[in-house]
């Protein structure tokens, strides 16, 4: 390959590393709110347009209607909603198997990363077989209940991913990061790129 080749190669692939992120953003972004905007079919509330026959779109009013009800849900919680009313919606969800594994699944990773319980605040790093370190986040200091009282959880979240896989490790493997949450968790995604 002439040099004029891998010069043009090298453009594409700095091109690629570009564009493409930045893509797939406003691709996940605009699926999104056309999404919201077809579940809501907010054609039936404007009607059809009388001199072209189009149906009418506000491109953005389903986001907006959603973020309008999560508000709103957030200030009829906060200043409505007593503790023994939410006692009894938690027993409700109890009761139904399979909804409440939905549900507590997903309130469980929603109160992970936001709220007043953050699950994922106490960076660590961890030393595995044959010298390697993984950095992960303490999510259980103990585990006398599992009769495991000289280890801990740690979850590990993987790179490019909001996968991420627990484990559970011997105490004395941990040491303490030197970082905030946020640091760490940008560093682990972004595969090392950022966060430092």
């Not at 939410?86 to 198997?97: A, D, E, G, K």
């Not at 960076?123 to 259980?140: A, S």
Request: with cysteine; proline share 4%.
């Amino acid at each position: 390959m002439n040099k004029v080749g891998k010069a043009i190669l090298n453009y594409l692939i700095k091109g690629l590393l570009i564009v493409v992120p930045i893509a797939v953003s406003i691709f996940i972004v605009v699926w999104a709110v056309t999404t919201v905007d077809s579940w809501l079919n907010v054609n039936n509330i404007l009607g059809v347009n009388p001199r072209t026959g189009e149906s009418r779109n506000i491109p953005g009013l389903g986001l907006l209607t959603v973020l309008t009800i999560i508000l709103l849900a957030g200030i009829f919680v906060t200043n409505f909603v007593t503790e023994p009313m939410y006692n009894w919606f938690q027993r409700v969800m109890h009761r139904l198997p399979l909804l409440n594994f939905i549900y507590s699944s997903i309130k469980d990773l929603t109160e992970a990363f936001v709220g007043d319980e953050k699950k994922f605040n106490h960076p660590v790093i961890v030393e595995v077989e044959g010298g390697l370190r993984k950095i992960g986040f303490l999510t259980q200091n103990d585990l006398h209940k599992l009769e495991l009282p000289d280890d801990v959880a740690v979850y590990f979240p993987l790179s490019y991913s909001f996968a991420g896989q627990l484990c559970i490790v011997k105490r004395d493997q941990v040491k303490d990061l030197n970082m905030s949450a946020a640091d760490a968790m940008k560093l682990v995604v972004s595969g090392g790129v950022s966060g430092l």
